[in-house]
């Protein structure tokens, strides 16, 4: 069941457009609490989708309203200015949506459910790359544009990273790999990247030893010889040019033991290659590349 809210953020439609189909036209009809709030079914959202796409094709909504679910689905199909694709999620485009709603209903169980029933379908990298990572841009576009809540975005990506901390620690349970340090560095605040690089790093075999965001160069050098890791992955969140991360990768590379491994990746890392590239890091641009450098790294 969803808000009014959820639902207009679903459909692109705004709420008082809801209402006015409703009131008017009974577009649709949904039900109310004891409150007297509206809840919609996800029928009703896949209605109003129609009807939207309808609209946008040149037809009038007096004219769509009373036409069943069948009939609209069927007028829409028919337009030729319109594809079918256009009207009918992808499995990756339910998951996100079902995601995305438990985030704006504040929904702690439907939000886990969501993502649960997502990774079980996907695997795990299909679900970071095709799921966690559009969602989270989208919530934080949407929250950027004053769109969400500030509490609706501390939410959903609360909510996410304990999740991924929870797969990581089950996996690293049962990882008898050698270590690798996973954070990022100072300055470099956002840690989702870190979280997924951690996962994968412990799903291949790796002990990880996580140390989450904004992390001295020092501390990872510390942490990096006290377990004698064979690797440090470091996610780059940076949104422009870090001027110290120069300087900061030299410092790494000069207090780890020159057989320790470094690798980079993180949606800012291609703002720093020539940097990464003189410390000899291996940089990954994408999660696949990640895996396939961790199961290279572990047979050596």
């Known amino acids: 069941m ?13 709420p008082d457009v809801i209402r006015v189909w409703e009131k008017r036209y009974q577009a649709v009809m949904p039900k109310r609490t004891q409150s007297n709030q509206r809840i919609y079914t996800d029928k009703d ?20 309203a009373k036409l069943d679910y069948d009939e609209l689905s069927s007028l829409v199909n028919q337009n030729t200015h319109k594809s079918s694709q256009e009207i009918t999620l992808t499995p990756t485009e339910e998951h996100i949506g079902q995601c995305f709603s438990a985030i704006i209903d504040l929904e702690s169980s439907k939000l886990e459910a969501a993502l649960t029933n997502a990774l079980s379908q996907l695997g795990s990298i299909a679900f970071l790359t095709e799921v966690i990572s559009p969602l989270l841009n989208h919530v934080g576009d949407l929250w950027l544009s004053g769109k969400i809540r500030t509490c609706q975005e501390h939410f959903g990506s ?10 990581m620690i089950d996996a690293n349970a049962a990882s008898y790999g050698p270590y690798i340090v996973v954070s990022t560095p100072t300055g470099h605040w956002h840690e989702i990247g870190a979280s997924m690089a951690a996962l994968i790093s412990a799903q291949s075999g790796w002990k990880v030893i996580y140390l989450g965001a904004n992390v001295p160069i020092e501390e990872i050098a510390f942490v990096t010889a006290r377990k004698n890791a064979k690797c440090v992955a470091l996610s780059l969140s940076y949104a422009s040019n870090d001027p110290k991360l120069g300087n900061n990768l030299r410092r790494l590379r ?3 033991p020159e057989s320790t491994e470094i690798i980079a990746g993180g949606s800012s890392m291609l703002s720093y290659q020539e940097d990464l590239k003189k410390t000899k890091a291996h940089i990954c641009k994408n999660l696949d590349e990640l895996k396939n450098t961790l199961f290279t790294l572990h047979q050596v």
Do not use: E, M, P, Y
């Open 2 to 14: 969803h808000t009014i809210r959820s639902v207009a953020l679903q459909t692109g439609l705004s």
């Open 45 to 64: 959202i896949s209605r109003l989708r129609l009807l939207k796409t309808a609209i946008d094709s040149g037809r009038r909504i007096s004219a769509v």
């Open 254 to 256: 000069a207090l780890l």
């Open 158 to 167: 609360t909510h996410i990273r304990t999740f991924l901390g929870r797969l």
